[in-house]
């Protein structure tokens, strides 16, 4: 009896009513463990003592209980709804939905995800409760930014659940929103229009939500703000400063110890960071640096042990290795993203998963698994999730080549090259571009794409794409063999087949040696 006797404050009395009450059997003896619970008989006897208690008294002693909840000395069976419930009671309604609230981002915390969003809907049902204006207007904000975060992980960034939810906060926010609670907000959008292919609008709101960080000078804001931010900007093909971004953003994590932070979004920003650096390294030639990532990250989420981030960053290197032409690798990973997609329900990233298998398999020369991949990929887009498009139409076209179809594989190249010349995602451009060049049978025009692809990838500032276009210009230029030998070892290293040991600067050192190379100029 010890929480009651803390509720009445008599241990006394409380002793006595208790006695009195079993003497007259109307409560019995739980089945639980401690022989100190009991319980009345039936839920009749129940509410007619409740109703027996003047509401004041009611609203008393469930004020009681709740604080003695909210200090940690409760019952066993105690849970949120439970503090929601009788702050409910006491008419104490900000505060009820408070309590939900920080259980459904406690529980986001711990990949809970069910738990989560079943206490942020709570909160929300009970919000229109709250007698003063303001509070309640931020605290059903923040409830519907904080209903996104378990969406997302359930049913993917680009569900229309998500949208809905997140769309619902942002009507909330106004000019005297304060920009704590428009931060997570801002986030969630910046993430949905990500994933749909609205990249531009997806940059300005995660620079919004940088400028917030800052202001607040909030270490856990700005490691999520850079490490976000890197996406949109590699996707807009800006590689160095979304290098930048993430480097910082992994920087501040290790800092501040990152892992014990809390984060408005369902992924943590120190995966987010090593992850997308394992690609924008490797686009500006720092192979080590790329590998070095990959190392971290494998080693980041084995310590952070959740099943959300092992799936994304799992997908995400696996995409990587793709790009380095590492496919071994790169079904490796991505078998363990889709095996921890499959046991925990992430509807995010069990497609992505299963795509990156797929692409790792055509690359191996199945030409069934390139007709998946492009079947799959339609689904996608079909499903609104739109990022990616230009990787996705390169996979598929490398695949098509690999098993003989060159026209289809035109067909896709043009497919990925329409969404980049659109200036929609132009990250991959000069990947595209030096593919549309080998499947060309005519030299002339392969090498005017050879040529186009090392300025886009000069003016993204990606070197190692630009070396890329390089060797292949040199190979169809029709070199000399010293030339020509040294073209296919340049191609052979960015393949991903000799990349270890080798020296600092060796981007560099190649592209100066082949543009040195005898060959005519591109007309």
Known sequence: FRSLRRVIDDDTFADTAVARLVDLGLPVPTESASSARLRFKHALIHDAVYETLLRSDRQRLHSRVADLLGTGLDEPESSPELLAHHLTEAARFGDAVSSLLQASQRMAQRAAYQESMGHARAGLSLVDQVPDLPT??????????????????????????VEQTYAAAS?????????????????????????????????????????????????????????????????????????????????????HGGHKLSYAVPQDPGTAALSIMTTTAWFLGDFAGADQAAQRLVQHLARLNRPFDTAFGEVWLAGSYQLHRRHTLALEHAQIGFA??????????????????????????????????????????????????????????????AAGQNAEA?????????????????????????????????????????????????????????????????????AADDDATQARSVLDTLDGALVDGLPPGWVAAALKRLQEANIRPVT
């Open 410 to 478: 035109r067909s896709a190249v043009q497919d990925g090259l329409a969404r980049a010349e659109s200036g929609r995602e132009t990250y991959l451009h000069a990947e595209l571009l030096v593919l549309r060049g080998q499947l060309n049978d005519d030299d002339s025009g392969a090498r005017a794409d050879f040529h186009a692809a090392r300025q886009v990838a000069d003016r993204q500032g990606a070197p190692a794409l630009a070396l890329r276009a390089l060797a292949h210009d040199v190979l169809r230029a029709g």
């Open 171 to 255: 009507d909330l926010c106004d000019e005297q929103t304060p920009i704590a609670i428009l931060f997570p907000v801002l986030r969630g959008l910046a993430a949905y229009y990500l994933v749909r292919g609205q990249i531009d609008r997806s940059d300005r709101l995660a620079q919004q939500c940088l400028a917030i960080a800052h202001r607040m000078r909030d270490p856990a804001l700005t490691i999520d703000a850079l490490s976000f931010l890197a996406y949109p900007t590699l996707y807009l093909g800006r590689v160095r400063e979304a290098h930048d971004f993430a480097r910082q953003g992994a920087q501040l994590y290790e800092q």
């Open 136 to 161: 309640r207007r931020n605290l059903r904000l923040l409830l519907q930014a904080q209903l996104g975060v378990p969406l997302t992980a359930l049913m993917g960034y680009a569900a229309p659940e």
């Open 340 to 401: 921890t997609s499959q046991q925990h329900g992430l509807g995010t990233w069990l497609p992505a998963a299963w795509m990156q298998i797929l692409i790792a398999q055509a690359a191996m020369g199945s030409a069934e698994a390139t007709t998946q991949l492009a079947q799959a990929h339609q689904q996608f887009m079909a499903a609104g999730a739109e990022l990616s498009a230009t990787f996705y139409a390169w996979a598929i076209a490398r695949g098509k080549m």
